[in-house]
C-alpha cells in the first residue's frame, strides 16, 4: 500500500513540477546560465529537473540532514558549477536540532503535531502497525542566508527555491535586505495543521509583497492541503 501511494503522489507531482518549469522557461527565455539557491535540496530532485530544463552558471544548495547529505553528494559529484552545504538556513544562526521523519523528504526543524488527522491518516500508511519511530531528532548547524551572500560575494540570484517543510518564512527572514538580489522565489506552504510552525501563509505574502515581489504563479498538490508558489521580483525585467 505504502508504495502504491508513494507511486500515486509521486506521478502527480511530476505533472505540478512540469507546470513550474513551464512557467520558469517563460520567464528565463533568454537562456541566460542562471544562478540557484535551492534550500532543502534533500537528494538532488529539484537540482536534477532545473540542470536538464536551464543553462546553469552555479547552483549553491543546502541539506542540514547528514545522511541525505551524502547521497546528494554521490548523485552531483563531477558537476564543477553546484556547491554543496551541509547546514540548514534560518533566521538565526547557531545550533539547532532537525526531526528527521521515516519519509526523509518531509524531515523539518518543526515539530510534528502528532494530533493532527493529517499526521495520523498520513503515517497510518506510512508506518503501518506502528513498527518505528516516526521522528528522531538529529543536532545540525544553521546560518542566515545574507551572512552566506555576503561572504561568498553572490551579486545576484535567479532563483531562490524553498523546501524547508514549514520554515520557509524563517528561511526568508534570513535574507535580511539581501532580498532585493533575487529575481524569482519558489516555495512550498503547508496549510495543514501536522507541522508546528508559529506563522501563517500570509505573513510570508506580506513579507514578499513589502520587498517589491508579487505572486505569479500558484499551484495545489495533488490529494495534499499545500501549494506551491513562484513570486517574482518587480526590479527585474526580462
Known sequence: ????????????????????????????KNNKPLV??????????????IK???????????????E??????????????IFLFNFGISDKAGNSF????????SSSINDLNENSNYYKK????????NLRKVTTKIPIDLKRLDDFILNNKVDSIDLLK????????????????????????????????????NYKFNEIHKLLIKNGFYKLFKIKMKFRKSFE?????????N
Do not use: A, C, W
Open 1 to 28: 500500500m505504502k508504495i502504491i501511494i508513494k507511486t500515486v503522489l509521486d506521478l502527480f507531482d511530476y505533472f505540478t513540477q512540469k507546470k513550474i518549469i513551464f512557467i520558469l522557461k517563460r520567464e528565463f
Open 36 to 49: 540557484i539557491f535551492d534550500v532543502g535540496s534533500h537528494k538532488g530532485e529539484y537540482i536534477s529537473s
Open 52 to 66: 536538464k530544463n536551464f543553462t546553469i552558471n552555479k547552483i549553491f544548495s543546502f541539506e542540514p540532514n547528514k
Open 68 to 81: 541525505i547529505f551524502e547521497i546528494l553528494k554521490k548523485k552531483v559529484k563531477n558537476n564543477e558549477n
Open 98 to 105: 532537525l526531526n528527521k521523519n521515516i519519509e526523509s523528504s
Open 122 to 129: 498520513k503515517y497510518f500508511f506510512l508506518n503501518f502497525l
Open 162 to 197: 524553498i523546501d524547508t517543510e514549514g520554515y520557509e518564512l524563517q528561511t526568508l527572514k534570513s535574507l535580511g535586505n539581501k532580498l532585493n538580489q533575487i529575481k524569482f522565489i519558489h516555495f512550498e506552504h503547508h496549510f495543514d495543521d501536522m507541522i508546528l510552525k
Open 229 to 237: 508558489y513562484i513570486y517574482k521580483n518587480k526590479s527585474f525585467i
